[in-house]
């Protein structure tokens, strides 16, 4: 007999990669390995330099676009003895990583609105980032966006790049995009809720314990007591953590970026690598945030679509704001091709 799961303790079920055109596959062709510089070591902060300013885009996944679950799906398709044993169903909720992330960061956050669309599917309760009522706003958001945050992300794919090609001489110049990449498909129980979620993997190290996954993040380096480090405690070590924990990731290889003047320069000069079991106990982190609470908004979130969607194939719209819930029309997710062409699902 099985062991029954922990509570909050994710495990992977499957995985699948995405092309360069962003197609789906059910294997894990675009899977990378960590590729350790010669003098990294995981306990101290190491010397680096990865100017992320060279090379250039190739391939950019469009960030603007309202992405859905559709990956996902094509994967449960293919597995669905993962979602129902013996004509039961074992899952409660189908989503992606980066929602169940807002959710849990959601109390921290002031003055924000989230907004999800829920569909009832023979028992299983799909979940989907809501849009907002006209384009003009998306159409507006991206003309705002800072072009900072544009920069920022593509040195995040370069930096995923030093780190993961094995001849790290050429990777300096080399083209790179942001269209391939490789997930794990995820089941975590949470109280009453098991909930399966697919979490994009950065790459795997291998050790003495196995396989494991491991994230990639480049920040730009602050001083103790100064507001870019507090917020980097309170904003960003909080989203590593949930995003890390939800992913099954034991440890994040953290590239801190140069400073010159007020000018972030893009170049990478330290590696620190992070426990992420460790992060909520960091001597700067308690009051600003804690796990348990993240987890909790969770819960509460999944108890009330559960008490509220009764019937099967009904959409019903959220609005998350502060404590409250609610009601709106919703925006229809589910492919067709889903919900008449599975037997059994």
């Keep these: 007999m099985a062991a029954a799961a922990k509570d909050r303790d994710p495990t992977k079920i499957g995985c699948f990669s995405l092309d ?11 899977k990378k390995t960590f590729n350790k510089p010669p003098n990294y070591t995981p306990d101290v902060s190491v010397t680096v330099k990865f100017d992320l300013n060279k090379g250039r885009m190739a391939e950019r996944r469009d960030e603007q676009k309202h992405e859905k679950l559709d990956n996902l799906l094509d994967w449960i398709s293919g597995h669905k003895q993962e979602i129902i044993k013996d004509g039961n169903t074992q899952t409660d909720f189908v989503c992606r990583r980066s929602l169940l992330k807002e959710v849990m960061s959601f109390p921290f956050e002031e003055n924000k609105k989230l907004r999800l669309d829920v569909t009832l599917h023979k028992g299983i309760f799909y979940l989907n980032k809501g849009k907002y009522p006209t384009e003009n706003l998306e159409q507006q958001d991206t003309q705002q966006q800072p072009q900072m945050g544009r920069i920022e992300g593509d040195w995040g794919y370069k930096f995923e790049q030093y780190l993961t090609e094995e001849s790290t001489n050429s990777v300096p110049d080399m083209v790179y995009n942001s269209r391939e ?28 314990s196995g396989e494991h996954s491991v994230e990639f993040k480049t920040v730009k380096e602050s001083k103790p ?13 909080r989203d590593m953590w949930i995003q890390s924990v939800l992913g099954g990731v034991p440890e994040i290889i953290c590239g801190l970026r140069s400073v010159e003047g007020k000018t972030d320069t893009g170049i990478v000069i ?3 690598t992070y426990k992420t079991e460790k992060i909520p106990t960091m001597k700067d982190i308690p009051g600003l945030w804690k796990p348990d609470k993240c987890w909790k908004s969770l819960d509460k979130l999944l108890t009330f679509i559960k008490s509220n969607v009764k019937e099967n194939n009904p959409s019903l719209g959220l609005e998350m704001q502060g404590d409250d819930y609610t009601i709106r029309p919703p925006h229809e997710f589910l492919p067709e091709t889903y919900t008449t062409d599975q037997p059994g699902l």
């Design 225 to 237: 007591g100064t507001k870019p480090f507090n917020k980097y405690n309170r904003y960003k070590l």
């Design 181 to 208: 990449s490789f997930y794990n498909v995820m089941k975590v129980k949470l109280g009453s809720h098991t909930i399966v979620y697919s979490s994009r993997v950065d790459a795997v190290s291998a050790d003495e």
């Design 20 to 30: 360069i055109d962003g197609n789906f596959h059910d294997d894990d062709s675009k």
């Design 270 to 272: 330290k590696l620190k």
